[in-house]
Structures are given as C-alpha cells and as structure tokens.
C-alpha cells in the first residue's frame, strides 16, 4: 500500500491552466475507475472535487476536470483563479476494501 | 444535512491509546461506510481504515494493522477509531469521512491527537 506518486509542487498564473499527475500501479489506480481528487486549504478538512476519475460533484466548476490513462491519472485546473491556490490530493480504490492516498501537489497561483 | 460531528481535541503520553469519536446525522447510519484518514502536521492525507457500518466488518492499512480499531454503535450512530501504543509520530489530525461512490464527500472537522510525554 504505497502512497500514490504526485509532482510535490505545480503552479501557473490566472487564467493558464495547470495538470497535476498522479501514479500508481495496476492495483490502484490502472486497475479501478475510482480515482478521486481532494482540495485542501490550510486548516481545513479535505474537500471532494473529482470522483470517479472525471465526475463532478454538484458546486464544482467545471474548470476542475479528471482523467486517467493506464496507471497514471490527472487532474487539470484550467483558467486558474488565486482561490485554487491549494494542496491537491489523489486518491485511488486499491482493492479489497482498502484505499491509497497520493502525496498531495502544493499549487500556487503566481 | 449530512453532517460527521467529531470528539474533541485530545492529549496523549507515549504509549496511551486514544479513541475518538464521529456521530452521523443526516441520512441512515448503517447505509455507508466510514473511513479514518489522520494527516500529520505538514504532512500528507494517509488512509487508516475503512468500517462497513452495517455489519461491523472493517478493512485496516497494513501500516495501522494491530494498532488501530475501528468500530461502530449503530444506536448511536456513531464511528469509533481507536489507536493504541501512540508514539510522537501518531500527532495528528484525525478526521472520519463517509462513503460516497468510492470516494469521500463528507467529512468530519477533524480531531487532534497530541502525543508528548
């Protein structure tokens, strides 16, 4: 159960569109379609924006988008705003009842 | 409303446990499942466990295998995460979060646990 690989840091400037990766393997996240993604402010619980690899919950722009291609899958922000400025977790379904965490992406809005 | 409404923040020697609680309101208790995600301080988000409130059966990370309980009274419905033999390393925040189409949607406001001798 090793911790999903994510970039330690990303950033753009408002309005440029910025992807944030997230690896694993064929027992995480090539082998399941449920990846998520989680935003997080300081001091703040974890926020849901991206399950199912590219769904939506209701209130998230869809600025916010997912996707996954084999062992590997994304989140892209696009048309960033200085509120996106955040910790972005993946997280993936690992099987039997267990799930993974990615090492979170700092992004920064320049 | 959907709502996880923890216990407060606590403060543990080495080598204590430490159980806290997370009380569901909102929707059916026994419908969902419950995840314990801890996050030490500047670190990352770190999967725990996971309890099928309807029949107890729970599922631990291999790396709280041993140490971590997590249980559930459906009368109350509230989650329980016990962690037991606390070291420094166990100073986190600890938040539960409900089921939601194989993710998380709900969650907690997360409760400290402080181990310090």
């Known amino acids: 159960q090793s911790a999903l690989t994510q970039p330690p840091s990303a950033s753009g400037s408002p309005g440029q569109s910025v992807t944030i990766s997230c690896t694993g393997t064929s027992s995480d996240v090539g082998g399941y379609n449920h990846v998520s993604w989680y935003q997080q402010h300081p001091g703040k619980a974890p926020k849901l924006i991206i399950y199912?690899?590219?769904k939506r919950p209701s209130g998230v722009p869809d600025r916010f988008s997912g996707s996954k291609s084999g062992n590997t899958a994304s989140l892209t922000v696009s048309g960033l705003q200085a509120e996106d400025e955040a910790d972005y977790y993946c997280?993936?379904?690992?099987?039997?009842?267990?799930?993974?965490f990615g090492g979170g992406t700092k992004l920064t809005v320049l | 409303q959907v709502q996880l409404v923890q216990s407060g923040a606590e403060v543990k020697k080495p080598g204590a446990s430490v159980k806290v609680s997370c009380k569901a309101s909102?929707?059916?208790?026994?419908?969902?499942?419950m995840h314990w995600v801890r996050q030490a301080p500047g670190q990352r988000l770190e999967w725990m466990g996971w309890?099928?409130?309807?029949?107890?059966?729970?599922k631990y990370s291999q790396k709280f295998q041993g140490r971590v309980t997590i249980m559930r009274d459906t009368s109350a419905s509230t989650a329980y995460m016990e962690l037991s033999s606390l070291r420094s390393e166990d100073t986190a925040v600890y938040y539960c979060?409900?089921?939601?189409?194989?993710?998380?949607?709900?969650w907690g406001q997360g409760t400290t646990v402080t181990v310090f001798s």
């Open positions: 909102g929707y059916t208790f026994t419908s969902y499942g």
């Open positions: 979060a409900r089921d939601w189409f194989w993710s998380t949607y709900y």
């Open positions: 997280s993936s379904y690992a099987g039997s009842n267990t799930w993974v």
């Open positions: 199912e690899v590219s």
């Open positions: 309890l099928n409130t309807g029949n107890g059966n729970t």
